[in-house]
Each structure stands twice: as structure tokens, then as C-alpha cells.
């Protein structure tokens, strides 16, 4: 008997499938047309907080060529059984079982954001099981302030819903949506996936204690796996939006260029979700893809050597200067002030210099704030990367009317300028 059903609205929305593997369940959707039922199925690896819902138009678009099949392992996406001690190998060794379950010789996968990386790990492990393996939003190693985001996002979850809601937000959204305002509206509710944003941020702040206890485990499965060099070696596409500045689009470069047949191709003006600000352009190279078929003439896409040449080497906020570069390095808690340089500056984060005498400091101080000289402007920021006076700092944006503000003066010429990078070179955040 076949997995496959019809699809349609009701069947998409209606209480998943549910099918339990020793003891760790798994919750699944599987759709299919019966001139394409057995045909290799693409399955959907659903990643942080993507409903089944979410992937309507996949199925809609996809069925036409293939069976699709979504699927929440044990913390991810809307199955909400807690897997806390579990590695990547362990998460990818439940879909084998999933995939054995129903007897699935060969699949093509699907993964964004968080559920990348068990979905790259399983074609490492299993590359026969795998025909051709489509991600978006991934690196090979994330750098240390993506870690360290993912730590501070945690701790604010447990601080406040409505700061975890805003954070999220403005992590996975480009500052350029929080910058100008036109007749009082501002451009982010204007632009692709405006109303997107407004639906996602509601459901974040109304994480249930399970969800955010799973959400918890995934960010520590994530941060404890250490192997880089875990790729896979079947046909790969990673997909990066150009304006990504939670995983950065020189990071998904470098992981496609380090796959043994990666291709690597960027959505231009989209941010981490482009599934939901460009839907047309990501379907449009999901069918191309696993048809076999070039992703050349794609609108808004920049494919091949010229996607590797203009992002392999980009960060997505430029390096600015402050014209008045004294701040103060305040404790929240009362316990020093120390005035400080600010050598540069971005949306996320920069580098201070410190004075030769300076009070004492340390990266596991969360208390920290940043006042501007001149401004009115205060902001928690992170260390990290202490070495000698040179200090690198995140911001904590958890505040969006707050953090618009803060885009407004970086666009002010009374207070910055832009700082010219030397080719090859990186910032700091």
C-alpha cells in the first residue's frame, strides 16, 4: 500500500502522520501523484519552527514531478519530543530509520536553516541513500559570533518572549528593512515577506516551555558537533540569500566550494528566508535542480563562477567609522565604566580598542552596555576575541523600534563614515 495521498489544504493542515521508531517519533506528510508514485521522492527535512504548513507551495509545485514527503524528526519543525542529548549522526541515523521504515531505496533531500546540517550529515553518512541534496542558509564552520549569537539567543529566550521574538527577527532579516520610512510606514512592511515577518514573529513569541526546551537542544546539538569536514558527496546545491547576515553568504560559498560536486548560486535581495521573501525564484531552482537542469536564466538568481567571484569574499553590512570614536564600556550591573575607542562598526557588531590602562574584562561578562559620544544611543553587546587592547564586540539587538533607530544613525553622515576594507580581509562580526 502506498505512503502517498492526494494533496490538498485540509490534508496539508490536518494532524500529522505519526510513525514511532524504537523510541523516538517522527512526524511525517507524504503526497504524490499516481503517474509520478514511483518516481524518487524529494523530502522536505522541516528545520526550527517550519509548521508543515509552511512548505505548501513545495508540495503544490514539487508533486508535479515527484512524490514529496515532509518530515519533523524528534525537536524539529512542529514535533515537539525532546531529543536533548542526541548528536547530528544520531539525528541523521532517525531518518535512515525513517526512510528504511517505509522501504525508500534513493531520495532527494531538502533542508533550510537549522535542519541543514542533519540533512548534509545523513548524505555524509549515507551518500547511496541520496540522489541530489538541495540547502539554503548553512556553513561548513560557523564562525564564532554565529556561535555566539546562537548562545545569546538561549539566554534571552529565557529572559523574555517578546525580546526572543524581536532578536529572531532582526537576526534573520537585513537591517536594510528597519532603515527608511516613507509618509510614516515604514519600508519593512512594505517589501517581499513583510507579512511573512509579522506571522513569524507572533509564532515565536508564542513558543510552548516544550518548544523552547527543543529549540534549546537544537542550538547545543549544533555548537557541541565539531566535524567540518563532514560533506557531502552527492550532487549538492546550496542556495544563499544575498542580504543573509546570520549565515553569511561567503559561508555558504565556501561550503558548496568544499562539497565534492557543490554548485552554489545566490537570491539576490533576500535575507536567511528566502523560501518565503523569493518563493517563485527558490521553487524555480528547486525544479530545475532536480530535474537536472541548469540554473542559468533563473530571475534573481546569480549562479556558477559569477555567485562564487561577487560573495565568496562579502560581508552584508559595511565597516563604518565613527567621526567621534570615544564611547564608554559601562556594566549594567554597576560594576566599572571604562571609556573606550570604537576602531569600527556594522550592524552586528564592530572592534574596541582599549586604553593601556584599562579596568579588566572578560568574555563571559553578559552584562555589558555601550554608550556613544554624541548620541543617544546605548546597546548590550558580547565580547569576544580578546587580544591585547583589541577587543571584538556583538551587538544584542532585542528591541526592533530600538534597533531601527540604531540603522537611522548609521546612515548619518554627521556621525559615520564608511571604512574601505582591504581586499581579502574580514570584519569582525
Known sequence: MSIYVPYSRRELINEPRVVFLGRYRVEFKAFGLAEYMYSTPVVIVAGDFQKFSYYREFVVTLQRYRPVVIVSLPSLGSNDQRVANLSLDKMAEILKLFLEHFDFPRVSLISMSLGGWV????CYLHPDRVERLLLAGIARKPRKSFCLTL?????????????????????????????AQEDGEPVAERVSGASYRKLFRKQIAQLSDLQKHCYRDNVQRLLADRQTDSLPTVKTLVLAGEFDHFTLPFESAEYAQACADGEFAVVKNADHLIQYEYLDTVLDCMVRFFGGKSLEGVPGLVVGKDAFEMYLDKRTSPRLKLKKSTAWLCSDAGQFRQTVTVRDINYCGGVLELPEESISLNAENNDLELFFTGMRLQFKVVLFDLEARAVKFLFKHVDIDETRR????????SHFVSKKKRKGSHSAA
Open 119 to 122: 540533512a548534509s550529515r545523513f
Open 151 to 179: 548562545e545569546e539567543s538561549v539566554r534571552i529566550l529565557a529572559e523574555s518572549d517578546e525580546h526572543f521574538a524581536d532578536a529572531t527577527i532582526l537576526h534573520l532579516f537585513h537591517p536594510r528593512f528597519w532603515s
Open 406 to 413: 540604531f540603522v537611522h544613525a548609521l546612515e548619518d553622515p
